[in-house]
């Protein structure tokens, strides 16, 4: 008796889903992929406070050598506090996780004390003129496209990696070299 109605729904599915060309559909399945790949593929979190984290377009300002930073948008996916601590890449030999702040009307750039602090299902902003993690020391030019591999330490011990991408960016006066109020 029901079996009838229940047929008829099931050729109606699939009459509609062979409507779309093969084309499309592996078209919209490549935009899917492409789409879950953007952080999912970058970053690969561990268990621990790490593994609710994530973090949306990692980048490295592109730069010849010396100083650059990474900028991108932390996402705390759990119901607890996430702290950032430290971090690292092979890039650089010395990295600080760093604030843009005013001193007596001048911005300068300075560690964060406590380090980057995301709010339980919240996010916190890497961002030129704002917090960002420092890479000093670079001794290889970092060119656009390039993939430069990052771990973050999360307060409780466990490290969170990502690749963030090299991008031309010359906004404000971002300089990131000696001399531009760097303490």
Same mark, same amino acid.
């Given at each position: 008796?029901?079996?009838?109605?229940?047929?008829?729904?099931?050729?109606?599915?699939?009459?509609l889903s062979g409507?779309?060309?093969?084309?499309?559909?592996?078209?919209?399945?490549?935009?899917?992929?492409?789409?879950?790949?953007?952080?999912?593929?970058?970053?690969?979190?561990?268990?621990?406070?790490?593994? %609710?984290?994530? @973090?949306?377009?990692?980048? =490295?300002?592109?730069?010849? &050598?010396?100083?650059?930073?990474?900028?991108? *948008? +932390?996402?705390?996916?759990?119901?607890?506090?996430?702290?950032?601590?430290?971090?690292?890449?092979?890039?650089?030999?010395?990295i600080e996780l760093?604030?843009?702040?005013?001193?007596?009307?001048?911005?300068?750039?300075?560690?964060?004390?406590?380090?980057?602090?995301?709010?339980?299902?919240?996010?916190?902003?890497?961002?030129?003129? %704002?917090?960002? @993690?420092?890479?000093?020391? =670079?001794?290889?030019?970092? &060119?656009?496209?390039?993939?430069?591999?990052? *771990? +973050?330490?999360?307060?409780?011990?466990?490290?969170?990696?990502?690749?963030?991408?090299?991008?031309?960016?010359?906004?404000?006066?971002?300089?990131?070299?000696?001399?531009?109020?760097?303490?």
């Open positions: 008796m029901y079996l009838r109605p229940v047929c008829l729904l099931a050729a109606a599915v699939v009459a409507c779309g060309s093969t084309a499309d559909t592996a078209k919209t399945a490549d935009t899917v992929a492409q789409s879950r790949s953007t952080v999912a593929a970058e970053a690969r979190p561990p268990a621990g406070a790490a593994a %609710g984290l994530s @973090i949306t377009d990692p980048w =490295v300002k592109t730069a010849e &050598k010396g100083m650059t930073a990474a900028f991108g *948008t +932390l996402v705390n996916n759990t119901d607890a506090e996430v702290t950032i601590v430290a971090g690292a890449s092979p890039l650089s030999p010395m760093h604030e843009v702040v005013d001193s007596e009307g001048k911005m300068i750039m300075r560690p964060k004390e406590g380090g980057f602090v995301i709010p339980p299902r919240g996010t916190h902003e890497l961002r030129p003129g %704002g917090d960002h @993690i420092m890479l000093m020391g =670079v001794a290889e030019e970092v &060119k656009p496209g390039a993939r430069i591999p990052f *771990t +973050l330490t999360v307060k409780d011990g466990q490290p969170f990696e990502f690749t963030a991408v090299g991008k031309d960016f010359a906004g404000g006066k971002e300089d990131y070299q000696p001399g531009m109020g760097h303490k």
